[in-house]
């Protein structure tokens, strides 16, 4: 039973979390690396589309935003709008196919382009250091996201973060499994959103 955004918190998940990502590491068996890739930095995230699977972004720590449109036979870097290209991670709005979240160093920020210009999100993630990101999918809207200040959540710019059950502030990644649990990977170890 999913409850309200603001009664959630963090308990400690050890063996449902190890058996998620146990399972999704087998899906990784064979890697082909992509030429024509101009990338830069270390390369900490892709995302499909997965309306069109030949689009494919790049998020590369120290490189910005990358996208190809051709299966990775080409790619264009897109960081118009970036103070900087020290970027973490990237999710494509499920109810919005153009309009793309970017985590940094330096905030949340926002594309409506497909990825073409980028803005800063206003509020309560302005300059945090952004890690993770991954929507509700159960298709609440809410955006999840990994700070150096826990887990926050929300919609619309309306955020509420989440401390409860976390050991550490600095979270690193945060999933979601089809079932709608939240995940979270810190200091100390691996929990679970209740």
């Known amino acids: ?26 899906a990784w068996p064979n890697h082909v ?12 995230g892709v995302t499909i589309d997965p309306v069109n699977p030949s689009t494919a972004f790049v998020v590369a720590h120290g490189g910005g935003v990358f996208r190809s449109k051709n299966s990775g036979a080409t790619w264009l870097a897109l960081n118009q709008g970036l103070p900087n290209r020290q970027v ?11 309009r793309l979240y970017l ?6 920020f926002l594309s409506n382009n ?3 210009a980028w803005r800063p999100v206003a509020g309560a993630l302005a300059k945090r250091n952004i890690r993770s990101l991954v929507f509700d999918p159960q298709g609440e809207g809410n955006l999840y996201v990994a700070t150096d200040q826990g887990v926050s959540a929300g919609k619309n710019n309306q955020w509420t973060r989440f401390k409860a059950g976390l050991p550490y502030d600095d979270v690193r990644v945060v999933v979601a499994d089809s079932q709608g649990e939240i995940i979270a990977g810190a200091f100390g170890g691996v929990y679970r959103l209740i």
């Open 1 to 26: 039973m999913k409850h309200s955004v603001k009664s959630r918190h963090f308990r400690t998940g050890w063996v449902g979390a190890l058996l998620f990502f146990a399972s999704t590491s087998s």
């Open 103 to 108: 985590g940094t160093d330096d905030g949340l």
């Open 33 to 44: 690396h992509m030429h024509g890739g101009p990338f830069i930095g270390v390369v900490l």
């Open 114 to 116: 497909d990825g073409a």
């Open 88 to 98: 973490f991670s990237l999710v494509q709005d499920p109810r919005n196919r153009g």
